[in-house]
């Protein structure tokens, strides 16, 4: 019997498992893939985790992670902005940055398995967990970290996958001179926006979310980029004039930003499971990295008075709620403005002549650095 299965190796799964462990907690991770794999995702990380990272020594300094200060924001025509971000960011490739932390996992004793979990059962008590290969496993409380969308949610009926999502994102990483290397740039185009940000090694990475309908009208991924995404003036020169390392991309559909449930059957949600941020707030990995604070502590704290199991489940979903819930709304209303031509020049426009408004935004779906 395990205290902890955690359900999935991103970073919520992979730093909840490390904290359980370095607690003393007898920790089995699942992840289906072998790392390191690359995912869609923008790899831009906001900095309200360093404190935490550095504390933990969980920062990935010897990665060589990139330093982000500016914000540079373009409408479907091409109109820009740049300012200063208040908090700014660090980018370094979830390829590089969840095999790191997947290693610190192994070498700290948690036990790290590569299968697909395909059921959690509680009896009342405890859990079971079966595996895609057919074994089960037995635990005393499951973290549930298997990100946006996985087969579980489906176990689980969760509400969200009624509403089908019209959202499709693709990712590559690009060399690239028409970029600075210390902006993190968001290109909108017509049902859709892209960003594009250094990450490691002189290598910038460029990853768009898209309506689904825009792949239809246009029929394939080149051809969407060449006769939509290119609209764009700033898109169109970094699309023809940078080297793609990747030999096809990256690509995710049913990209669902609708509420999600913390706690669920008695499976404590992290990261994504919990509930996605859109991701044009660069935020849902910092999201994730605090989720697995939040939670992890409230176990340990539990766990030592003697586990309260329903004290330990309202007491995180409250918490959750309390530093998450107006974040995602917040999300939600602001990508309502982008990805219209008339919005994106609006929003633009706005923001040049109201950078406090500009500013305001981006903490809406920010927090507080934590440690
Ligand atoms: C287009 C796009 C761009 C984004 N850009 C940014 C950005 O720039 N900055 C930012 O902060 N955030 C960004 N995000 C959001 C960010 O990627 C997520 O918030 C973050 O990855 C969440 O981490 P997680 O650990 O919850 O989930 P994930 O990183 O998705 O990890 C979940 C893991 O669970 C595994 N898994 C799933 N089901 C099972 C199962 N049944 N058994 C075993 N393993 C399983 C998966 O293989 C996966 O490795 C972006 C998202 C999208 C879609």
Known sequence: MKDVIVIGGGLAGL?????????????????????????????????????????HQLYPEELDPSVISQFHLSSISGKSLRMPLDLGGFGISRYAFDAW?????KNEGVEL????????IFDGNSFTIKSKSGDQYHATLVVGAFGKRSLLDKNLDRLFLRKRSPYIGVKYHIKTDEVDSSEIALHNFYGGYCGISRVENDVFNLCYLSHRSNLKTHGSIPEMEKGLLAQNPHLKKIFSHSEILFEKPEVINEISFEKKEPVLNHILMSGDSAGMITPLCGNGMAMAIHSSKILSELIIENLKEGLNRSKLEHDYASKWNNQFAQR?????????LFGSSIVSSSAVGLGKSFRPFASYLMKQTHGAPFS
Request: with cysteine.
């Open 101 to 105: 932390l997947a290693e610190k996992a």
């Open 15 to 55: 730093l909840n498992a490390i904290q359980l462990r370095r607690a003393g907690l007898n920790v089995l991770l699942f992840e289906e893939k072998k790392y390191p794999f690359h995912r869609v995702c923008g790899e831009y990380i906001s900095n309200e985790v360093i404190p935490f990272l550095k504390k």
């Open 113 to 120: 398995i590569h299968d697909r979990v395909v059921d959690s």
């Open 328 to 336: 995602l709304w917040a999300g939600r209303h602001i990508q309502a």
